[in-house]
Structures are given as C-alpha cells and as structure tokens.
C-alpha cells in the first residue's frame, strides 16, 4: 500500500534555530500534501496544504514566515519551523491522500519537535 | 467550521467487552468519515471508513455507523483487547485532495 515517510522522528532543538522536517511519499506521486500539528492530550490540527510547484496554503492563525513550507517535487514536501520557541514544541504530522481513489489518507511517523 | 479538541475523554473497559466510541463531525457536506488509531508517539493508523451514502460498514471486529440526521459516527469494537488501547479520532473529509478535519480523540484504556 502507499507509505508516507516522515524524517526525523524526533529533533531537540535550542530556542532562535531552525529545524526542517521532511515528507516523503515513498511509492507514488503526491501533489498535495497536509501538515498537521498535535499538541499533547488534543487532536491533530491542520497547519496547511502544501502544493508541488506552488505556494502552500496556510489555515488561519498559522504564521508562514515561521513556518516554511516547500514541495519542489511530486514526492517531498518539507516544514522548516523558523526561529522555533519552546512554544513550538509539539508533534508535526504529514499527510497524502491515495493518488488514485483519493479517499484514504496515509500518515508519516510524527516528529516530536522539542524546543529548548 | 471545525471540529476543534481541547482535551481527550477517556473510556475505560474491561478486556472482552464491546467498545463504543462516539464522535460528532461538523460539516454536514462531507461526503467520507474515518477513523484512525493513534498510539503514543506515532502517526494515525486507518481503521475503516464510511461514505456518506451509506449509514453502517463492518470490518474485522469493527463497526463504523453513520448517522447523518444528527452528524454523528460512532465505532464498535468488537471484544476489546488490551491491544486495542490508545487513542482513536474520527476525521470528516470530502473525496478528492482535501484535507482531513479531525474529531476531538477519545483514548481507550482497556482492564485487563
């Protein structure tokens, strides 16, 4: 079945630096990939929807300067958190649909994002 | 709108009975419900999903059911293990490349 690969797995990083988070599908094309964030004990939020070739789509109250997003090709989209703050730290989650049916939705592993 | 999760409600059962976890979505336009597994630490794994036009679907010992009148999806399991503990989220979605919006969670903890 399709897989959706996320690197790294878990990153600490200091206050003021910049950690980039990468989203591979690994046996088919996505030209559309989610971006998620899970703070503990809630739900998965929706950051935004990253487009090969184009600019992202960001929801409301997602800053893009501090969250960067780039999907240069058909099978990688990459989240660089800007400048993170231990408000930052949270567990990231990408996401693709199935190219073809379009309807299940595959996940990465999660990067537990810790800001020190 | 969204269905946005502040905190987790947790149900506890005991190993051989029957789970039910409940979830109301938000957009009466959505077209495909599923439901996903999340363990500590790790991504949402698919457990199954329902089309709106359709109000029950069964699978190996689960059971999603649809309720459109009310937005609501409920999850039956089937003789709960202890495997089956951790926390479960429903996500509403339109087909195509849409996003998912995902219910508040529910963590199940399963007594032994």
């Known amino acids: 079945g399709a897989v959706v690969s996320q690197h790294p797995s878990w990153v600490i990083c200091k206050s003021g630096t910049s950690v980039k988070i990468e989203c591979r599908s690994l046996d088919f094309q996505a030209t559309t990939m989610f971006w998620y964030r899970q703070f503990p004990k809630q739900s998965l939020m929706l950051m935004a929807t990253s487009n090969e070739g184009s600019k992202a789509t960001y929801e409301q109250g997602v800053e893009k300067d501090k969250f960067l997003i780039n999907h240069a090709s058909l099978t990688l989209s990459t989240l660089t958190v800007t400048s993170a703050h231990p408000e930052d730290s949270s567990f990231y989650i990408c996401?693709?649909?199935?190219?073809?049916?379009?309807?299940?939705?595959?996940f990465g592993q999660g990067t537990r994002l810790t800001v020190v | 709108g969204e269905s946005v999760g502040l905190h987790l409600p947790t149900l506890s059962v005991q190993e051989g009975d029957n789970s039910i976890i409940n979830c109301a979505y938000s957009?009466?336009?959505?077209?495909?419900f599923i439901w996903y597994k999340q363990e500590s630490g790790k991504g949402p794994q698919f457990i199954i999903d329902?089309?709106?036009?359709?109000d029950k679907r069964q699978g190996q010992r689960v059971t999603v059911l649809l309720n459109k009148t009310v937005k609501h999806l409920s999850l039956q399991i089937a003789a709960t293990q202890p495997g089956d503990s951790a926390v479960y989220f429903c996500a509403e979605t339109f087909s195509g490349n849409t996003p998912l919006v995902f219910g508040k969670g529910t963590r199940l903890s399963v007594i032994a």
């Open positions: 996401s693709a649909r199935h190219p073809v049916s379009q309807s299940e939705a595959f």
């Open positions: 329902i089309r709106s036009n359709m």
């Open positions: 957009n009466s336009a959505s077209d495909y």
